[in-house]
């Protein structure tokens, strides 16, 4: 069966997160829009969809598109994940759900009393590095869990881009420790125990760590910032025994090693550079179209958003 995908804007990270998935999956992308419709056209053109429409109401509305993709800007998230909601249209959300917790529920109640899936594209979350790395962390093979390390980097966005917007809800919280919190809560129900951000213009954090303890005594750092020479994405977790390291979780298809310490030594596994975003647009199909059951839902992007909210309090920052 093939899921009919509508787009809504001609993103950077669409060709990485859908387009090529797509492709892959046999899926149709029937239809784009984007605030330039010359751009949608480029975009179209490049990457294989079959029409362009004239907004992104349009594309939601369009009886052909059984799925709505939403790579918005981050304020854009929610108004058009509950634009999808009411055209019946399940919505894949590139993360953070909405700008803050409340508007995050206001999503999840709309799409549960519609009974309409919108589901959060933490894509790493499917892939088999990350699944082995969660798994190590609680069978015993590195003893107990004593910390968790993530730390995210990227240089800096262009001066007009979305992340280094308030008023488009952006900054390294938003874009990269979202990331951070996710994993740890995995692992558990950590508490935020505190945060430290520098900000690049009013309110937009331009690096943001988060420090958070589990109920246990384990202890957690999400290390994000916006302001790094280059890109790296990391996951470690150290526990009585050893520890695990992902070496890039969230781009596994650039480097899909996990390594893992334990008295015995150390040794290197691999699980495939098939990309992680190809494995989310797997599940989230095989959920729409044969009701296969999803490993988060949109409770779960509520309790994220308030924990991101936590952070900003946490760091004398206001929530989005």
């Avoid at 984007?34 to 509305?61: C, I």
């Avoid at 520098?198 to 303890?213: L, Y």
């Avoid at 647009?281 to 308030?306: C, K, Q, T």
């Amino acid at each position: 069966m093939t899921l009919r995908i509508g787009m809504l804007g001609a993103s950077r990270i669409a060709d990485l997160a859908i387009v090529g998935p797509a492709h892959q999956l046999g899926h149709r992308l029937v239809a784009v829009a984007a605030r330039d419709r010359g751009r949608a056209e480029a975009f179209a053109e490049k990457h294989g969809v079959e029409r362009v429409l004239d907004s992104y109401a349009d594309v939601v509305a369009d009886p052909e598109v059984d799925v709505v993709y939403n790579p918005l800007a981050n304020s854009l998230h929610a108004p058009w994940n509950l634009a999808a909601i009411a055209a019946g249209k399940p919505v894949l959300s590139e993360k953070p759900f909405a700008r803050n917790r409340a508007e995050a529920a206001q999503v999840a109640d709309a799409a549960q009393a519609a009974g309409v899936t919108v589901m959060e594209g933490f894509h790493y979350l499917f892939h088999p590095v990350t699944q082995r790395a969660l798994e190590l962390a609680t069978d015993g093979t590195i003893g107990d869990m004593r910390h968790v390390e993530v730390r995210m980097a990227m240089p800096p966005p262009e001066p007009d881009d979305p992340r280094w917007s308030l008023e488009m809800a952006g900054g390294s919280l938003m874009d990269l420790g979202c990331y951070g919190l996710h994993v740890m809560r995995r692992l558990g129900r950590p508490s935020i125990i505190s945060a430290h951000a520098n900000e690049r213009g009013a309110g937009v954090d331009e690096w943001c760590d988060v420090e958070v303890r589990f109920p246990h005594g384990a202890t957690g750092l999400s290390a994000n910032t916006m302001a790094a020479t280059g890109f790296s994405f990391t996951l470690r977790i150290v526990g009585t025994k050893g520890d695990v390291f992902a070496h890039n979780f969230i781009r596994p298809h650039e480097d899909d090693r996990l390594t893992i310490r334990t008295p015995q030594g150390a040794r290197v596994e691999r699980h495939g550079t098939r990309s992680s975003y190809s494995y989310q647009l797997e599940a989230f199909a095989a959920h729409v179209l044969e009701g296969a059951p999803l490993p988060i839902d949109a409770a779960d992007a509520v309790e994220n958003m308030a924990y991101v909210d936590t952070a900003y309090r946490a760091a004398g920052m206001a929530p989005r």
